[in-house]
């Protein structure tokens, strides 16, 4: 099985008039995206951006619960927090990967041409060795430029009406559910 790595991109995305913005990196996603990847076998999670300050701060957030006080109080925390890495940009990502070429997945909010269902992803990964690296946008998703550079996009989630603009850390754990989890698996044996 192909090793899967998470990418969360807050530049370059776009903001709500197509522009090119930064968005902020919270405290909330740092934390719930470690505890999913970890459940659900994820490698790493790159948290992308070029500010210097929010570097820094979410660096000593992870570093408060893998080394400090935190990890001494809640080490499960620990744990899960020992998947996220953080770099100034997705080039920076793509060279942590020494020479390997990871396969390139967009995800969006909206169905592109071409888009991958989680079958089909789920049944790629099993049979190549990778390693995969899923991309994901915060703000209003990945600028163009960025999903061209992909081997595939994934099909977005889909509710029940026209309003499709979840929060990003609740996405995440839904499309690693459908692609790692025993939900998944059984619907795949199904198929």
């Known amino acids: 099985m192909g090793a899967v790595y998470l990418a969360i991109i807050h530049y370059p995305v776009l903001d709500k008039q197509g522009e090119i913005v930064s968005t902020s990196i919270t405290n909330l996603e740092l934390h719930d995206v470690a505890r999913s990847c970890m459940t659900f076998g994820v490698r790493l999670c790159y948290i992308v951006t070029p500010l210097e300050k929010q570097r820094g701060i979410a660096q000593q957030l992870v570093d408060h619960w893998k ?12 744990q899960a927090l020992e998947r996220i890495c953080i770099k100034k940009a997705v080039s920076e990502v793509i060279s942590d990967f020494r020479g390997l070429k990871p396969i390139l997945i967009a995800t969006s909010s909206k169905k592109r041409d071409g888009a991958i269902g989680y079958g089909q992803l789920r049944k790629w990964i099993r049979a190549d060795p990778g390693p995969f690296l899923l991309l994901f946008g915060t703000g209003w998703g990945l600028p163009p430029d960025i999903v061209r550079s992909c081997e595939r996009t994934l099909l977005p989630i889909s509710g029940q009406g026209e309003y499709n603009h979840l929060p990003l850390r609740v996405a995440i754990g839904i499309i690693l559910d459908r692609l790692f989890g025993a939900r998944g698996e059984e619907d795949e044996r199904n198929d």
């Open 67 to 78: 080394t400090g006080y935190g990890r001494q109080y809640n080490p499960h925390r620990a």
